[in-house]
């Protein structure tokens, strides 16, 4: 191997990682950050509560959904940690038994970050389209806002720019609404 080739990461890479650390591999690179901090596990956490009672548990909404907290994608040779995502059950009728999911999702949610915004655009947001995520919300508590993206063609299309406090009723989750300022709270 020459001093210029470049080592691939692997799986078994991820297990050494500190807990405290979340690994990716993307591309063939393995990408680290620290865990969320606080106020980005708050707005994580809040998007959650809202979508899970109605889209999961089918109180108030459609059920229907499966959202789940920091799921591991396996998606191609690529492997992908984003803050939230969802599966419709017509897709995914059972949560598999494996530590991680090879079926991409219907919906990802990243909550941006100043150390993790520039990857969650520039190379997860590719891959995200490139699997056939058709449903991508991107949340930048500085802010304040949230962005909906909806695959079209093979590429994302801003449908729209929620603001600090505005009443959001986004797509795929259309049938419920709930002010956007609840998960600066």
Known sequence: MSATARKFATYEDLFDLPDNVVGEIIHGQLITHPRPAPKHAVVSSSIGGELIG????????????????????????????????????????????????????????????????????????????????PFLWLIDPAPQTLEVFVLRDGRWLLEHVYQQDEEICAAPFEAISFALGVLWA
């Open 54 to 133: 109605p889209f999961q548990k089918g109180r108030g909404g459609p059920g229907g959904w499966w959202i789940l907290d920091e799921p591991e994608l396996h998606l191609g040779p690529h492997i992908l940690v984003p803050d939230l995502a969802g599966w419709r059950r017509e897709r995914l009728p059972v949560i598999p038994d494996t530590a991680f999911f090879t079926l991409s999702p219907d919906w990802v949610c990243e909550v941006l970050s100043p150390g993790t915004a520039r990857t969650d655009r520039a190379d997860k947001m590719p891959l995200y389209a490139e699997y056939g995520v």
